[in-house]
Each structure stands twice: as structure tokens, then as C-alpha cells.
């Protein structure tokens, strides 16, 4: 019976994000679940976010059981998902992402940031909010063609859902989970691009924390893996840790 793998997307991305992943991964062995995450696509018009109905939303979703991988915001959704239902995921895999910002003085500057980015963004079209969000310095050296298919996706959009995501699903908004990682005794493969140096410390945290885990590391990618390198992600995603 095939495994069910529940993929969570990015912020500003939607269930097509994965679009370049999935036909990499062997049908006979997945059954992918593609949500789209509170604030984004299909559900940009939902106004009431917070970690919690996302893990609600993520559970209601899946199976009793099932492998669960997140990208970056979907990272942090994910981690929340495992540490709420461990019974109920088989294994994780964290892909360019954090738990979270532990000193609170840089949490709250964060949060400040957050806010006055999402008064910003919730005024803007989509192609200015598109612009505006591939231009971080986080993404620079995203290949040209990949780039392109990324608009794609943050195009469809409603920046007014992307700007509640970020009050109250950013990094700001969120708890620290570093110190309850522990708690994760699932095998975890911890995913990151070799350019990518900020979440490359992240994933080395990751080793040391969790209780079971591996890293994978891309050669030559940034920080958007699943239109980077889909198809080095979908082995990672497939290679399940010894």
C-alpha cells in the first residue's frame, strides 16, 4: 500500500508548489496530499490563522498515519503538526526551516517587521506583491527559469490572505519549539541547499536536537529547493533514513 506523504508548501507558495516534486516520486510507493495552508490559494480568504487550526486543518486532511514534509513556513507548520500528533506521523522531513527565534527582544523586533510588512503587502496587487517578495536577499541566485515558475505560483495569491499569514503565522508570531524537539523520536531528514547559510546552521541545530535525524544537504541550491532541485528533493524526500 502506497504511503501517504503529506507535503506543506511555503509562505506565499500554494499546493502547486510541489508541482515539480511530485512526478519525481514513484506513484506506487506515495500518495501525496497537497493542503493548501491557511492565508494561502484556495484558502486566502480565511481570516482566522493561527498555528493551532493549521495543525487542525493538516490532521483533518491525512490518515491515521502518514509521513508529513514541510518547506520553510511549511517547516514550522510541520513541526508543530509532530509535536502535536507524534503518534500519528510515521516520519518528518524539514526542509529550509527553523524552529523558530528564541531570544525575545529579536522575536518581537521580528514581529514588529511582520506587522509593517503585512500592512504593506495587504495593499499591493498581486504582481507588485510578487516583485517585491523575489527580491530577498534569501533568494538571490534563484536560476532564471525557476524563478519564473515560482511567479507563477505567488501569483495565485490574494496578497490580503498572504498579509494575515504573516501577523500570525510568521516567524515573529511564532513560539520557539527548539526545546521540545527532543519530544520527536520519529526519524526526521533534515533537507537544506548548500547556498543556503542561514537555514544550513538551522539544519545542523536540527542533529543535535532531534532525537533521530539525518541531513541532506543540495549541492549548488539556495533556499528554494522544490523549484531549485525538485528532483534531488523528491530522493531526499523518498530516502528514508536507515
Not at 18 to 47: A, F, M, N, Q, S
Not at 148 to 163: E, H, I, Y
Request: proline residues 8%; glycine residues 8%.
Amino acid at each position: 500500500m502506497p504511503e501517504t506523504l503529506v507535503l506543506l508548501h511555503g509562505f506565499a507558495g500554494t499546493h502547486r508548489a510541489w508541482d515539480l516534486v511530485v512526478p519525481e516520486l514513484d506513484r506506487e510507493r506515495y500518495r501525496p496530499i497537497l493542503p493548501d495552508l491557511r492565508g494561502h490559494g484556495t484558502k486566502g480568504t480565511v481570516r482566522a490563522i493561527c498555528f493551532d487550526d493549521c495543525v487542525r486543518d493538516v490532521l483533518a486532511q491525512a490518515p491515521e498515519r502518514f509521513a508529513l514534509c514541510g518547506y520553510s513556513f511549511g517547516g514550522r507548520v510541520a513541526q508543530h503538526v509532530a509535536l502535536q500528533a507524534p503518534g500519528r506521523v510515521t516520519r518528518l522531513v524539514l526542509v529550509s526551516t527553523s524552529g523558530g527565534l528564541e531570544d525575545p527582544a529579536e522575536r518581537a523586533a521580528r514581529r514588529a517587521e511582520d506587522e509593517a510588512l503585512a500592512d504593506e503587502v495587504a495593499g499591493m496587487s498581486g504582481e507588485r506583491f510578487a516583485d517585491r517578495w523575489q527580491a530577498q536577499p534569501v533568494f538571490a541566485g534563484t536560476p532564471p527559469e525557476a524563478a519564473r515558475w515560482w511567479r507563477a505560483d505567488l501569483l495565485r495569491n490574494d496578497p490580503r490572505g498572504l498579509a494575515e499569514a504573516l501577523r500570525t503565522l510568521g516567524p515573529g508570531a511564532m513560539e520557539p519549539v527548539w526545546s521540545r524537539l527532543a519530544a520527536l523520536t520519529m526519524p526526521v531528514t533534515v533537507v537544506v541547499g548548500e547556498r543556503d547559510a542561514k537555514f544550513l546552521a538551522h539544519a545542523r541545530r536540527y542533529l543535535e536536537l532531534l532525537p533521530d535525524a539525518r541531513l541532506v544537504v543540495i549541492p549548488g541550491a539556495g533556499h528554494g529547493l522544490p523549484r531549485e532541485a525538485p528532483a534531488e528533493l523528491a530522493a531526499a524526500i523518498a530516502d528514508r533514513p536507515a
